[in-house]
């Protein structure tokens, strides 16, 4: 319903929304009703007003919405991102952007607002940043937070347009090869280690032949592990009781093991450095634990 079909004379609807006036205009054609600030789900709902029955939400507010965590200033002016069918004619306006496409996902609505696909709402935000951290942290956060799939990702930005995937296609590169995207950013950091991990993701055995632990990596000559695990990045409690299992083996085999949550890999860099190389240190001056890689002599 409008205002003017309940006959409201367009001059009055103006005037009412001059400054000092008791209701806002947000979008071309689109009022709020009175003139404090609009909240978030008013600027969505208006921009799904604004361009229309089909258009769905996708890009940073689609992601937010799925629960992840973007590294965007609170300061930023606060866009909409929506995509509509690419016959329909409607043009970009004030915080609304508007995306024609041939490729309308079908829409996940998530308290009332229909959001692109998060493999599709990820990489529309992708295109669209500018700096390898924010591109690399939002992909991150839709594996690890949202389950999507790394291939997923690849396969969204080879469907779409190749405009802004240059760095977004680098990083999943990079990651390929990698069990967890979280290991990705280790494996940088650890390069900068005096020692470095002489092995990733290899089974090792105690001196009966039993499975002692696959760490993520592996100091060979001092008998250290390094585990990127937490719950932030693992999506069923039965995963977290795993870890724990792990670690009690680790502790009755005399394995030492650091222990890292994912978001200081970006966080405090510097400072897991400093732990993995006091860990290393004290690690020398102990017996090697009896644990093999492969099956033991």
Known sequence: MTLESLDMNSKVIYRKCLPGGP??????????????????????????????????????????????????????ERRIHVLIPHHLKRTSSDFVTVERTKRLPRPWLR??????????????????????????????EAVQRGGCTPQALAEELDRGTKRGT???????????????????????????????????????YDNTGSYAGRPDFWWDDVGLAWEIDS??????????????RRNTRYASLGVAVVQTLPSRLRTEPKTVLDELRTAYAAALTRPRPAVFLGEPP
């Open 23 to 76: 209701w806002r205009r947000l979008l071309p054609g689109i009022i709020l009703l009175h003139n404090n600030d609009p909240t978030p789900d008013q600027l969505v709902h208006a921009a799904l007003l604004y361009a229309g029955t089909a258009a769905i939400v996708t890009g940073e507010e689609a992601c937010l919405r799925y629960g992840l965590r973007l590294d965007v200033p609170a300061t930023s």
């Open 111 to 140: 308290a009332g607002v229909p959001l692109a696909p998060l493999a599709r709402a990820t990489t529309d935000f992708v295109r669209r940043a500018r700096t390898v951290h924010v591109i690399g942290q939002a992909m991150i």
């Open 166 to 204: 240059a760095l977004p296609r680098r990083l999943l590169a990079e990651w390929a090869n990698v069990r967890s995207v979280a290991e990705a950013e280790a494996q940088k950091l650890a390069k900068i280690l005096p020692h470095p991990p002489t092995h990733q993701n290899e089974v090792l």
């Open 231 to 244: 719950l932030d990045f693992h999506f069923r409690s039965t995963d977290y009781a795993r870890t724990l």
